[in-house]
């Protein structure tokens, strides 16, 4: 079956940077895209990034366009975010998602949650000011 698992979460200070990773299995759709999710305490789930694996191409929310960087490693099956500039609008627990591809590419469905069959378990990041 699909696992998601993601690691790399933790506490910084305000300014920091931090690298999350998603090690991913039992998924063999030749096409897929990939997506980091974040969701605060009382907030719904919102979209930080997508990664299409056709191209590859690259889709940012405005909370992290210019300061995140998402990356896929196919060779070892993980999917990283890295966030710089950390504030602590950025305390969430981020999450990876993964759904099948289609060659008519991404389209504006990318940032929602419902798009996304599979999720992992989520990590913790908070920023302090």
């Known amino acids: 079956q699909v696992q998601l698992v993601e690691s790399g979460g933790g506490s910084v200070q305000a300014g920091g940077s931090l690298r999350l990773s998603c090690e991913f299995s039992?998924?063999?759709?030749?096409?897929?895209?990939m997506g980091w999710f974040r969701q605060a305490p009382g907030k719904p789930r919102e979209a930080v990034a997508a990664?299409?694996?056709?191209?590859?191409?690259?889709y940012y929310s405005d909370a992290v366009k210019g300061r995140g960087t998402v990356s896929l490693d196919s060779a070892k099956n993980t999917l990283y975010l890295e966030l710089h500039s950390l504030v602590p609008e950025d305390t969430a627990m981020y999450y990876c998602s993964v759904r099948q591809g289609f060659s008519s590419g991404v389209g504006s469905w990318w940032p929602r949650p419902s798009e996304y069959p599979f999720w992992g378990q989520g990590t913790q990041v908070t920023v302090s000011s």
């Open positions: 990664f299409y694996t056709v191209g590859p191409v690259k």
């Open positions: 039992g998924y063999t759709y030749g096409t897929y895209v």
